[in-house]
């Protein structure tokens, strides 16, 4: 496994997303509610760049709680990703469709915020002040 | 073809393409008044749009433009990219959704005249762009006029009309239009989009709910065109009329075929001048093309249809670009045997239009 510092906290605001090229695989860091989320950006379908996809919620029948098949509900908001190509939603949290969570799929990556090693290196050189970076979204491999 | 200045060539035809105006209201300067004034710059059918996108996401243009509305980044985007050598291009105009015969005439006839100017005689250099005359059926008479209108020019292949009408196509009101086609040697070529919207029936006994139930439902209108087609005896009348399928499903003709060859044994009494079996018309007068391709789980299944309805002569492939339901020439379909490939990818519409 082999880490990649990818954007710091700042550059992707919740609800945004930034694509970037990792070993020569498009991956994008996805921003949920503040909690950082890596999908691989190929549509199990047909290979769209699925990441390009829409970020929203999704909407379902609430019988479970109320018996109600007409009654529905509107939940997940912003955790949602909808291909941009035949719409398939996939949960930005597992990578996981919802016609198919186990079938369907599209590969999640570990994210941590902090500092690379290599930085902590980099940092302990300088005989001089330096301010380091702890928010650095960093992509494991 | 001029090859200069075109990237690898992956001998694929795809046979639907939507062009879009970068602006609704520039069809507009293409109609005279009160015309011009009364057009309402509304591209949309109004009932049943797509909940979720209509168009791919990723289409959009670099300039923030409609999707397919720049000759240049369709082609970097589509032609380029999976190496197409010619794109049929059917514009959506809705004509067929004014309850007025001459506004719809007007419409479809402005939309050709923009799509020759923008998308044919201009930007268009390779010539990889070729076009459909759109007409309205609600006047055959003016739609066979239109037809004339643009017999000769180098790259209109086909007419097209929506498959959403008033009564179903066998029937002797739009002769005039498939004269017209055979005169000039188009094929015909059917979309849907307006089952339902305005003066236009609908496919199903009673409007659907939803887009989803409305948008399954397509395929049932084809069935009921072809049936018509075939029993009223249409390609026995017009024996150089070519009807081409767009966007209305391939996996559903097999079966209907049986059912139809067995019903005309007795009751070819009724319909005299069908003097075939149904199925033989097929390969003869009519071609499918493949978006939106079934997708059986199993993927063997879908070889066996192709089979059944004897793909290799008839089945032309689409994408229906930048529509959302996109079919990408690499993905969408099963691994095929290479010379079945070739003649669904490019041998059969090479054919049918006449192409290098």
Same mark, same amino acid.
């Given at each position: 496994m082999s880490a990649h510092v990818v954007a710091s906290i700042d550059e992707v605001g919740v609800g945004q997303s930034k694509t970037v090229e990792i070993e020569g695989r498009s991956i994008s860091v996805f921003n949920v509610n503040g909690e950082f989320y890596a999908l691989r950006n190929v549509c199990p379908h047909q290979g769209a760049p699925v990441c390009s996809g829409s970020v929203g919620g999704m909407t379902v029948c609430r019988e479970k709680n109320? /018996?109600?098949? /007409?009654e529905v509900e509107f939940i997940k908001k912003g955790e949602i990703l909808r291909c941009p190509w035949h719409g398939w939603e996939f949960d930005i949290k597992t990578g996981k469709s919802i016609f198919d969570p186990d079938g369907c799929l599209v590969k999640t990556y570990k994210v941590t915020v902090g500092i690379m090693e290599s930085e902590k290196a980099l940092a302990q050189v300088e005989t001089y002040p330096v301010t380091v970076n702890f928010n650095s979204i960093i992509v494991h491999t | 073809m001029k090859k200069s200045n075109v990237k690898k060539l992956n001998d694929i035809i795809d046979c639907d393409v939507h062009p879009h105006p +970068?602006?609704?209201?520039?069809?507009? +300067?293409?109609m005279s008044e009160p015309w011009r004034s009364r057009f309402n710059g509304n591209g949309k059918r109004g009932i049943y749009d797509n909940p979720i996108h209509v168009n791919r996401l990723d289409s959009v243009t670099p300039h923030g433009g409609y999707p397919c509305s720049d000759p240049s980044y369709m082609r970097e985007q589509l032609l380029d990219e999976y190496g197409i050598n010619y794109a049929i291009l059917l514009p959506r105009a809705f004509a067929t959704k004014y309850p007025s015969p001459d506004f719809a005439t007007v419409v479809a006839s402005a939309f050709n005249d923009w799509l020759a100017d923008v998308w044919l005689d201009n930007n268009n250099e390779d010539g990889r762009c070729k076009g459909s005359i759109t007409v309205a059926h609600q006047d055959p008479q003016a739609a066979a006029k239109e037809i004339d209108r643009w017999a000769g020019h180098p790259h209109m292949v086909q007419v097209m009309m929506d498959s959403g009408a008033r009564a179903p196509f066998g029937q002797r009101q739009y002769y005039p239009i498939y004269e017209a086609c055979e005169r000039n040697g188009f094929p015909i070529a059917l979309h849907p989009g307006t089952e339902g919207v305005g003066p236009n029936e609908i496919m199903t006994p009673g409007y659907p709910t939803t887009y989803i139930e409305w948008h399954t439902g397509l395929m049932l209108s084809f069935q009921a065109h072809l049936i018509s087609f075939i029993t009223e005896g249409v390609f026995e009348r017009f024996p150089g009329l070519k009807l081409v399928l767009v966007e209305?499903? +391939?996996?559903?003709l097999p079966p209907l075929l049986w059912r139809l060859d067995a019903e005309w044994k007795p009751l070819r009494e009724e319909v005299p001048w069908v003097k075939k079996r149904p199925s033989e018309y097929i390969l003869e007068h009519v071609r499918i093309t493949s978006q939106p391709l079934e997708n059986p789980d199993n993927r063997e299944h879908l070889l066996q249809m192709f089979e059944m309805m004897d793909a290799k002569n008839i089945l032309m492939f689409s994408s229906d670009y930048p529509h959302w339901d996109f079919d990408s020439p690499t993905r969408s379909f099963p691994k095929l045997p290479e010379e079945l490939k070739k003649r669904i990818f490019f041998e059969n519409a090479r054919a049918l239009y006449n192409l290098d």
């Open positions: 109320t /018996g109600k098949l /007409g | +970068s602006d609704y209201n520039v069809i507009k +300067s293409y209305g499903g +391939s996996a559903w």
